[in-house]
Protein backbone atom coordinates (compact mmCIF):
# COMPACT_ATOMS: atom_id res chain seq x y z
CA UNK A 1 0.00 0.00 0.00
CA UNK A 2 2.73 2.37 0.72
CA UNK A 3 4.17 1.78 -2.42
CA UNK A 4 1.34 1.99 -3.85
CA UNK A 5 0.23 5.62 -2.90
CA UNK A 6 3.14 7.47 -4.59
CA UNK A 7 2.36 6.23 -7.52
CA UNK A 8 -1.52 7.56 -7.17
CA UNK A 9 -0.48 10.71 -6.38
CA UNK A 10 1.93 10.58 -9.53
CA UNK A 11 -0.81 9.63 -11.83
CA UNK A 12 -3.54 11.89 -10.21
CA UNK A 13 -0.56 14.87 -10.50
CA UNK A 14 -0.02 13.92 -14.22
CA UNK A 15 -3.93 13.29 -15.07
CA UNK A 16 -4.13 17.13 -14.00
CA UNK A 17 -1.20 18.70 -15.78
CA UNK A 18 -2.41 16.97 -18.54
CA UNK A 19 -5.77 18.29 -18.22
CA UNK A 20 -4.48 21.95 -17.39
CA UNK A 21 -2.32 21.27 -20.88
CA UNK A 22 -5.28 20.75 -22.88
CA UNK A 23 -7.21 23.42 -20.98
CA UNK A 24 -3.85 25.79 -21.82
CA UNK A 25 -4.17 24.89 -25.52
CA UNK A 26 -7.87 25.22 -25.95
CA UNK A 27 -7.16 28.95 -24.24
CA UNK A 28 -4.47 29.81 -26.42
CA UNK A 29 -6.51 28.07 -29.52
CA UNK A 30 -9.49 30.50 -28.65
CA UNK A 31 -6.98 33.63 -28.13
CA UNK A 32 -5.53 32.82 -31.81
CA UNK A 33 -8.83 32.31 -33.47
CA UNK A 34 -9.69 35.72 -32.00
CA UNK A 35 -6.43 37.27 -33.10
CA UNK A 36 -7.25 35.56 -36.81
CA UNK A 37 -11.06 36.65 -36.47
CA UNK A 38 -10.17 40.12 -35.57
CA UNK A 39 -7.40 40.75 -38.43
CA UNK A 40 -10.17 39.70 -41.14
CA UNK A 41 -12.35 41.93 -39.88
CA UNK A 42 -9.44 44.69 -40.10
CA UNK A 43 -9.16 43.74 -43.42
CA UNK A 44 -12.58 44.16 -44.42
CA UNK A 45 -12.88 47.66 -43.24
CA UNK A 46 -10.10 48.24 -45.23
CA UNK A 47 -11.25 46.67 -48.24
CA UNK A 48 -14.69 48.15 -47.91
CA UNK A 49 -13.00 51.80 -47.16
CA UNK A 50 -10.93 51.46 -50.38
CA UNK A 51 -13.74 50.52 -52.68
CA UNK A 52 -15.59 53.40 -51.04
CA UNK A 53 -12.58 55.88 -52.06
CA UNK A 54 -12.66 54.77 -55.51
CA UNK A 55 -16.35 55.20 -55.75
CA UNK A 56 -15.89 58.73 -54.17
CA UNK A 57 -13.42 59.74 -57.04
CA UNK A 58 -15.89 58.79 -59.58
CA UNK A 59 -18.59 60.47 -57.97
CA UNK A 60 -20.32 57.17 -57.02
CA UNK A 61 -21.63 58.16 -53.74
CA UNK A 62 -25.59 57.06 -54.02
CA UNK A 63 -27.30 53.88 -54.04
CA UNK A 64 -28.87 52.03 -57.48
CA UNK A 65 -33.10 53.08 -57.41
CA UNK A 66 -34.63 49.68 -56.65
CA UNK A 67 -35.72 49.07 -60.02
CA UNK A 68 -32.32 48.70 -60.99
CA UNK A 69 -31.51 45.52 -58.13
CA UNK A 70 -34.54 43.92 -59.08
CA UNK A 71 -33.43 43.38 -62.67
CA UNK A 72 -30.38 41.34 -60.36
CA UNK A 73 -32.64 39.13 -58.87
CA UNK A 74 -33.31 35.61 -60.91
CA UNK A 75 -36.29 35.86 -62.57
CA UNK A 76 -37.33 32.08 -61.86
CA UNK A 77 -35.72 29.10 -59.85
CA UNK A 78 -36.46 25.65 -61.08
CA UNK A 79 -39.67 24.04 -59.67
CA UNK A 80 -40.44 27.01 -57.71
CA UNK A 81 -43.40 29.76 -58.36
CA UNK A 82 -41.68 33.12 -58.58
CA UNK A 83 -43.67 36.38 -56.52
CA UNK A 84 -43.82 39.61 -58.04
CA UNK A 85 -40.76 41.71 -56.91
CA UNK A 86 -40.86 44.16 -54.14
CA UNK A 87 -38.24 46.20 -53.38
CA UNK A 88 -37.57 50.36 -52.76
CA UNK A 89 -35.46 53.28 -52.39
CA UNK A 90 -35.33 55.30 -49.22
CA UNK A 91 -33.27 58.56 -47.80
CA UNK A 92 -33.04 59.24 -43.95
CA UNK A 93 -30.56 61.55 -41.93
CA UNK A 94 -28.08 62.49 -44.31
CA UNK A 95 -28.20 58.63 -45.62
CA UNK A 96 -29.91 56.81 -48.85
CA UNK A 97 -30.20 52.92 -49.58
CA UNK A 98 -32.09 51.04 -51.83
CA UNK A 99 -33.56 47.43 -51.42
CA UNK A 100 -34.94 45.04 -53.77
CA UNK A 101 -36.52 41.37 -52.84
CA UNK A 102 -38.31 38.28 -54.42
CA UNK A 103 -40.03 35.58 -52.85
CA UNK A 104 -40.39 31.82 -54.66
CA UNK A 105 -42.40 28.89 -52.88
CA UNK A 106 -42.69 25.15 -54.02
CA UNK A 107 -45.33 23.51 -51.71
CA UNK A 108 -45.11 24.59 -48.28
CA UNK A 109 -41.11 25.43 -49.07
CA UNK A 110 -40.53 29.21 -49.23
CA UNK A 111 -37.13 30.76 -50.33
CA UNK A 112 -36.57 34.52 -49.72
CA UNK A 113 -34.09 36.43 -51.75
CA UNK A 114 -33.15 40.63 -50.95
CA UNK A 115 -30.31 43.06 -52.20
CA UNK A 116 -29.88 45.84 -50.49
CA UNK A 117 -27.05 48.45 -52.00
CA UNK A 118 -25.84 50.62 -49.09
CA UNK A 119 -23.51 52.73 -51.25
CA UNK A 120 -25.62 56.16 -49.83
CA UNK A 121 -25.38 54.34 -46.43
CA UNK A 122 -21.43 53.43 -45.89
CA UNK A 123 -21.39 53.46 -42.54
CA UNK A 124 -24.26 50.57 -41.74
CA UNK A 125 -22.04 48.50 -44.52
CA UNK A 126 -19.08 48.69 -43.02
CA UNK A 127 -20.36 46.95 -39.33
CA UNK A 128 -22.16 43.96 -41.34
CA UNK A 129 -19.60 43.75 -43.84
CA UNK A 130 -16.92 43.41 -41.12
CA UNK A 131 -18.77 40.18 -39.47
CA UNK A 132 -19.23 39.01 -42.36
CA UNK A 133 -15.53 39.04 -43.23
CA UNK A 134 -14.37 37.16 -39.96
CA UNK A 135 -14.22 33.86 -41.17
CA UNK A 136 -16.42 32.48 -38.73
CA UNK A 137 -16.77 29.28 -38.37
CA UNK A 138 -19.05 27.03 -36.10
CA UNK A 139 -21.15 23.86 -35.33
CA UNK A 140 -22.96 22.89 -32.19
CA UNK A 141 -26.42 20.76 -32.28
CA UNK A 142 -28.37 24.02 -32.92
CA UNK A 143 -26.82 25.30 -36.01
CA UNK A 144 -23.84 25.01 -38.65
CA UNK A 145 -22.03 28.36 -39.40
CA UNK A 146 -19.19 28.70 -41.80
CA UNK A 147 -17.69 31.22 -44.06
CA UNK A 148 -17.86 31.40 -47.66
CA UNK A 149 -17.22 33.71 -50.84
CA UNK A 150 -19.00 31.48 -53.48
CA UNK A 151 -15.61 32.01 -55.16
CA UNK A 152 -16.48 35.47 -56.13
CA UNK A 153 -13.44 38.39 -55.43
CA UNK A 154 -14.79 41.36 -53.29
CA UNK A 155 -17.51 39.16 -51.41
CA UNK A 156 -17.27 37.73 -47.86
CA UNK A 157 -20.27 35.98 -46.20
CA UNK A 158 -21.69 33.74 -43.97
CA UNK A 159 -24.09 30.47 -44.26
CA UNK A 160 -26.12 29.18 -41.50
CA UNK A 161 -27.80 26.29 -41.08
CA UNK A 162 -30.32 25.78 -38.29
CA UNK A 163 -30.31 21.63 -37.92
CA UNK A 164 -33.90 21.26 -35.83
CA UNK A 165 -36.00 23.62 -37.87
CA UNK A 166 -34.02 22.99 -41.30
CA UNK A 167 -33.67 26.22 -42.28
CA UNK A 168 -31.08 27.73 -44.53
CA UNK A 169 -29.73 31.07 -44.80
CA UNK A 170 -26.74 32.99 -46.70
CA UNK A 171 -25.96 36.43 -46.23
CA UNK A 172 -23.24 37.90 -48.60
CA UNK A 173 -21.30 41.24 -48.31
CA UNK A 174 -20.22 42.40 -52.27
CA UNK A 175 -18.41 44.74 -53.30
CA UNK A 176 -18.16 46.89 -50.18
CA UNK A 177 -21.69 48.15 -50.85
CA UNK A 178 -23.73 45.25 -51.79
CA UNK A 179 -25.75 42.86 -48.99
CA UNK A 180 -27.34 39.65 -50.45
CA UNK A 181 -29.70 37.28 -48.34
CA UNK A 182 -31.04 34.01 -49.45
CA UNK A 183 -33.43 32.19 -46.87
CA UNK A 184 -34.81 29.10 -47.53
CA UNK A 185 -37.38 26.70 -45.07
CA UNK A 186 -37.56 22.81 -45.26
CA UNK A 187 -34.19 22.39 -46.42
CA UNK A 188 -31.16 19.38 -45.89
CA UNK A 189 -28.75 21.30 -46.37
CA UNK A 190 -27.37 24.68 -47.61
CA UNK A 191 -27.23 23.41 -51.14
CA UNK A 192 -30.39 25.76 -52.07
CA UNK A 193 -29.38 29.01 -50.99
CA UNK A 194 -26.09 28.58 -52.25
CA UNK A 195 -26.92 28.04 -56.07
CA UNK A 196 -29.80 30.22 -56.04
CA UNK A 197 -27.42 33.21 -55.10
CA UNK A 198 -25.35 32.68 -57.70
CA UNK A 199 -27.86 33.49 -59.93
CA UNK A 200 -27.44 36.58 -59.03
CA UNK A 201 -24.79 38.20 -60.94
CA UNK A 202 -22.15 38.77 -58.08
CA UNK A 203 -18.81 39.26 -60.01
CA UNK A 204 -21.04 42.42 -61.77
CA UNK A 205 -22.17 43.57 -58.63
CA UNK A 206 -18.82 43.23 -56.91
CA UNK A 207 -17.02 45.29 -59.66
CA UNK A 208 -19.78 48.32 -59.54
Do not use: H, W
Not at 188 to 199: C, G, M, N, R, T
Amino acid sequence: MNKLLPALVGATLLLASCEQAQQAKKSYDSLAKLKDAGEKMTTALDEAQSRRAEREKRGDTLALPYKELQAFLPAEVSGYTAANPTGQSMKMSGMAFSNAGREFTKDSITLKLELIDYNGANKLYQGAGAILGMGLESEDDEQITKSTTLGIDGASGLETYRKKDRQAELMLGVGGRFLVKVTADKQPDLELVESVAKQIDLNKLAKL
